[in-house]
């Protein structure tokens, strides 16, 4: 079937799947019970409608910087869904990496330019999953409890990996791959701009949208209360909360800089003067964490050129005091409280007779005595089965500690394939900017590992995978780094250069890397022109 698919073409595809549809439709009419052959059929034909939308959009590149406009600038924590009276939220997101999915998926069959590729972290990726399907095997009955909630989570997951791999799969090119980064930093600073205002007027450009968004109707029951720090309103813009804004606009931060080293253009520097002033807007503590991550990595990796830039700390200070005032002092105040931060951190208080744990670092004991002790260590109690926030389920307090989190729901396994994860994409990124060194394209592989390293570092200060414009950033950036390792580096002469086939690089190995142009765009080292 697949063969006939492409050897027919979109046309047959498109022939056969109303065909197809409208048989099994014609069959449960006929057997007596057509409601059984209405779920297929309507799948085949949500499938044939995602492919052929995909197709006469015809540009891969956009589409995924569709999806990534849409995480920045649409709010993803409830605030629009679609109306109707249906008896589930369905966002915007929701819709637009679905419908993108499945049509990849049926691409994949038709399309011989479409075809899956590995993203060099399948190690890390497949613990991941190993963790996350023995945690929910060992914990039958916590699963079952609060089934709902672990479906989410597990097509959560799938489709953020489905998303990643999509990517890596359709963009070939470096060309496409600066594209999609100069449109994720252009929205962030957009988002950054309405954390500024946000933060000076209290006024959120992102609580509007519906005026023109008529398919989506705005709940201004998931929206924040107004969260204040030091008498400043903290902003959240299009984010889920302040610190999941800092988190965001932090990791956005060092994509500006490489835009700013490589292209010599003035706006870029604006650019990240922008995000850092939208992340200072929300008044999170989790931006700073970020940006020292950041900080550690361009020393690492560009010592003399980050030193070089001290000066600039003072504009940028200036500029935070006019656009945003008390950002600094109530970030000051918040890491150097009264009495500590270790001690504010830890205390505890007495409501109705028990003791509650009010701060993180206070939380630690009781969830790994009354939760983590009581479970398998290496699968943890179930992924997906901590339900928090004001919902009739809920069974767990908010950690705002997310490799907390992980070790309690899938382990130590769980813990160990999310840092070998980044520790191994940060890895492979050093050594790529190492062997760019000298060339303006090696500032991405730079850019890209700060990045990851904010977003690693941060989750040690709140649930990072609770919240979706992070998490879809995220994978996003773990794509953009890993076509980025396929692509030949560039020498110093501005050449691309073949890297030596690794361990296993077994398409390196079998035949040699074909770089000539094509009609479809440069192709990956190691794998040749699909017939």
């Not at 359709?170 to 791959?177: F, I, K, S």
């Not at 007027?201 to 204040?228: K, M, Q, R, W």
């Not at 504009?315 to 109530?330: D, E, K, M, R, Y």
């Not at 003791?355 to 260590?377: C, I, M, Q, W, Y």
Request: glycine content about 12%; aromatic content about 8%.
């Amino acid at each position: 079937m697949v063969a006939a698919a492409r050897r027919g073409g979109w046309q047959s595809f498109a022939t056969g799947g109303i065909a197809g549809a409208l048989g099994l439709i014609t069959l449960g009419v006929a057997a007596g019970s057509p409601t059984i052959s209405l779920v297929p059929a309507l799948l085949l034909l949500v499938a044939l409608l995602g492919a052929v939308a995909v197709r006469i959009a015809a540009s891969w590149p956009r589409l995924i910087i569709g999806i990534a406009l849409v995480d920045l600038l649409i709010p993803s924590d409830g605030r629009y869904i679609v109306g109707g009276g249906l008896p589930f939220q369905l966002e915007p997101y929701r819709i637009v990496v679905g419908v993108l999915i499945i049509g990849w998926l049926a691409a994949l069959l038709v399309d011989p330019e479409i075809r899956a590729r590995r993203s060099r972290f399948e190690g890390p990726i497949w613990l991941i999953l190993l963790a996350i399907l023995g945690s929910e095997l060992l914990n039958p009955g916590r699963v079952s409890h609060v089934q709902s909630n672990v479906i989410k989570s597990l097509w959560l997951f799938l489709s953020f990996v489905l998303l990643m791999y999509l990517t890596i799969s359709v963009v070939r090119d470096r060309a496409v791959l600066e594209r999609i980064l100069t449109l994720l930093v252009s929205a962030g600073c957009v988002v950054a701009v309405g954390a500024i205002v946000q933060r000076r007027a209290g006024y959120n450009i992102f609580d509007h949208l519906h005026t023109i968004l008529p398919v989506f109707s705005f709940n201004p029951a998931s929206e924040l209360e107004n969260i204040v720090r030091g008498g400043n309103l903290r902003a959240t813009a299009s984010a889920g909360h302040p610190i999941e804004l800092s988190n965001t606009l932090s990791m956005l931060t060092p994509i500006a800089v490489y835009l700013g080293v490589s292209r010599h253009q003035r706006r870029w520097g604006l650019a990240v003067a922008v995000l850092m002033l939208g992340d200072l807007s929300s008044g999170s503590r989790t931006g700073v964490i970020g940006f020292v991550a950041i900080l550690i990595v361009f020393l690492w990796l560009r010592p003399r050129q980050t030193l070089k830039c001290w000066p600039a700390v003072i504009p940028l200070a200036v500029a935070v005091h006019v656009f945003a005032p008390g950002a600094l002092g109530g970030i000051i105040n918040g890491f150097f409280p009264s009495g500590g931060l270790i001690a504010q951190q830890s205390q505890t208080y007495m409501t109705g007779g028990q003791t509650v744990d009010a701060n993180r670092l206070s939380r630690v004991g009781p969830v790994l005595h009354s939760e983590f002790a009581k479970h398998n260590p290496l699968f943890g109690e179930g992924f997906g089965t901590r339900v928090t926030g004001r919902v009739a389920n809920a069974n767990a307090i908010v950690l705002d500690d997310q490799w907390l989190g992980t070790l309690l729901e899938t382990g130590i396994l769980g813990v160990v394939g999310w840092a070998w994860l980044f520790v191994a994409l940060i890895r492979r990124l050093g050594a790529r900017a190492k062997l760019e060194r000298g060339t303006p394209e090696g500032w991405l592989p730079v850019a890209l590992a700060a990045s990851t390293a904010a977003f690693a570092l941060s989750m040690q200060t709140y649930d990072a995978f609770g919240f979706i414009q992070g998490m879809v950033l995220e994978y996003l950036l773990i794509a953009l780094s890993s076509i980025l390792l396929w692509l030949p580096p560039v020498t110093p002469g501005g050449s691309p250069q073949v890297p030596a086939p690794g361990p296993h690089d077994a398409s390196q190995r079998i035949r040699r890397p074909d770089l000539r142009l094509r009609r479809s765009g440069p192709l990956y080292p190691g794998e040749g022109h699909a017939s």
